[in-house]
């Protein structure tokens, strides 16, 4: 394999930040982030599968139906207000915005692509931003810490995130953005993400990579078992990298890039997760030897959404009887005389019961640490799926209860 | 109607209570119940959905299908150990017990239901409940508070409803006890409820008012999404009043004692919502204009559960937009542009948006009260669910994380 240097091949995307005046903050951090693309950029998206979606979401995935090979001009990201819940005055709101920022960049509105964290229910005012957009002046190199830290609401720390690879013997470049601090915290946080890379593939093939990668990644968190109205991950290419055209999803040449992408944006989604709202632990949860993938994730999510699990463990408790309570109060097939759990390397239960060997002095001296993890083999088949949490603490309850948000 | 009096028409029924030392307590509080019954007392049984089901559960269970006309001769409660998740072993336990009582008692050990609450895979010690069986003196009325005081666990009341009625002119009564602070906390609680009377019913009969009823009570609270391995709730009918039989379900001569049973189910489930753990406020949720009755309880359950609901009502937060999430997210069918959200009395969203004369404050008013009402209608269809929960403290999260449990 060639040796890969990062030769900022991603130069010629273009980014401003701005303080629009959205966001409530007492020294008018940034609010709002405009990234400029040439011509020929291919996109691909997922979100949110809430069915009260903002109306940036319901834009972006008409954006992405309303031609075969969707292509991106722009994308416009406000914190502060999520647009959502706001009926016919949200969507026209979108409408005005889209349609200064198309006459100005000179595209069609299908290619400007908007997304919006915050406040819910609140009206989000057009002027704010079109005045904003009217003095924003592009970097000539794109800082991608600037980018993510204006798109921050509750996050404590701005998300990116860099990989490079090669495909066909040419050098790529991917680079992620994100931000999420509770999978939801309607009143100043949400999930969202832009990803970006020159390889030169189309965007049927960019949704193939995103939606598979996004299953093992953002769609593998937890913070609080909320979803939010607004999540967005956006991929765009910018078809620079000058290999040969690709056009199947089975090509061989894309492994090394399927596997940098998906590490990119298991990283994002870890840093999402480490900065989960009051979080003082990160928790990896393995389920294996389960009927099937999906319903090894459903187990892994019963145990990550679990509040008594979440609490046990910020409590440093190895009281692994929540854990068993989670697993079967997720109704899937797991034979309960094989289920085998692991506390870090202890094994707590086999037989049906607890392990003759069991030490509960080893398993709390694990959970002491900061990076929890829990293995659970449900011992009915091969099938097996890893999620990420965090525990649950005072301060979850602080953030969301004890403060006017 | 007739004037219904008590005439203490459950005196047949012997009760005893004693400290057998499987709850660690400082001042050896009642952790044993037997409750005996005359021949001939039909009985009839809801249990937990848990694949990981305690080892009491699963022997309720087979009780009640030996036989088309189950019979019950005694209830055996202990709390302090859920005998959960204890292999052969806990089923040995099960069975060591039953050996003994069904013959001190003279019955068969399928007449014999057990049922157990408190730590998880924790081995129970037949020989503690078996000596002091041997000594246990039934009370010659029975005490049903002192009877719901000894299957607490981190429960701070006992709970205890009693309902006076008549079917064919003849009094009825029905007395149930229950426990229970969280829908779950596995070391030291779990949903319990008992209920008599002296209806002379069929266990055919008892299962169906049961199953009917439990749904609209039990079935229809929450107090942290986690589901117990050991639920169990069972209706014993002494069959002592002298009305006419009745052979149907439908029988409109069992009206007014469906409504006071299901009424007496209502108030023990909302007396453990009450006692929910860190409980500082009882927040009943409507859900109407749904799809069917299954959508508006998921849609009903998806608020209820949802940890940004709950500290929001814990911070008397009026913060609505966690509403919408919570709606969304539910995944059922919702027409966003008729969504009504009602906070005690007062209209917050209207028309797809916040309503024009909606008032933070009033809906604030509203939750500084201890009952809080959220009513909402999702505009598709006809079918309402009501459901019940409590909010989200610092309280929770010390009972569970803070102390070792």
């Given at each position: 394999m060639k040796k890969i240097t990062n030769n900022c091949l991603l130069d010629d995307i273009k980014v401003s930040t701005t303080y629009c005046g959205i966001k409530k903050t007492s020294n008018n951090e940034d609010d709002l982030l405009l990234i400029e693309f040439e011509n020929n950029t291919a996109i691909a998206g997922v979100f949110t599968q809430s069915l009260t979606s903002s109306a940036s979401v319901n834009k972006c995935k008409i954006n992405l139906s309303s031609s075969k090979e969707p292509i991106v001009k722009a994308i416009l990201v406000n914190s502060g207000?999520?647009?959502?819940?706001?009926?016919k005055l949200g969507e026209a709101t979108v409408q005005k915005i889209l349609n200064y920022l198309s006459k100005k960049l000179n595209c069609?509105?299908?290619?400007i692509y908007t997304a919006s964290t915050g406040v819910i229910g609140e009206q989000l005012d057009p002027s704010q931003i079109v005045n904003s957009l009217k003095s924003m002046i592009p970097s000539n190199t794109p800082d991608w810490f600037q980018a993510a830290n204006a798109i921050r609401t509750t996050d404590t720390f701005p998300k990116v995130s860099k990989r490079n690879c090669n495909i066909d013997g040419v050098n790529i470049e991917i680079v992620g953005i994100a931000k999420g601090s509770?999978?939801?915290?309607?009143n100043m946080s949400t999930m969202l993400s832009f990803i970006f890379t020159n390889a030169n593939l189309t965007s049927e093939i960019l949704q193939k990579l995103l939606t598979s990668s996004n299953d093992k990644s953002f769609n593998s968190i937890t913070v609080d078992s909320d979803t939010s109205t607004s999540d967005t991950v956006l991929l765009a290419a910018t078809r620079k990298a000058n290999h040969k055209p690709i056009?199947?999803?089975?090509?061989?040449?894309l492994n090394e890039f399927k596997k940098s992408l998906c590490e990119l944006m298991l990283d994002l989604a870890k840093k999402i997760v480490k900065d989960g709202e009051g979080a003082s632990k990160f928790i990896t949860i393995k389920v294996t030897g389960a009927a099937s993938k999906k319903s090894a994730k459903i187990i892994a999510f019963s145990i990550a959404n679990s509040p008594l699990v979440k609490t046990a463990i910020a409590g440093e408790d190895a009281n692994w009887g929540r854990i068993i309570m989670a697993i079967g109060k997720s109704g899937q097939k797991a034979d309960r005389d094989k289920i085998q759990i692991y506390i870090g390397d202890e094994l707590v239960t086999e037989n049906g019961m607890v392990?003759?060997?069991?030490s509960e002095l080893r398993a709390t001296e694990h959970l002491k640490e900061t990076n929890i993890y829990l293995t659970i083999d449900v011992g009915v088949g091969k099938s097996c799926s890893t999620v990420y949490t965090c525990d649950l603490t005072h301060r979850y309850i602080e953030i969301n209860a004890d403060y006017r948000s």
């Open positions: 207000n999520a647009n959502a819940f706001t009926g069609n509105i299908n290619q509770g999978m939801i915290a309607p056009k199947k999803f089975t090509d061989s040449r392990n003759t060997n069991y």
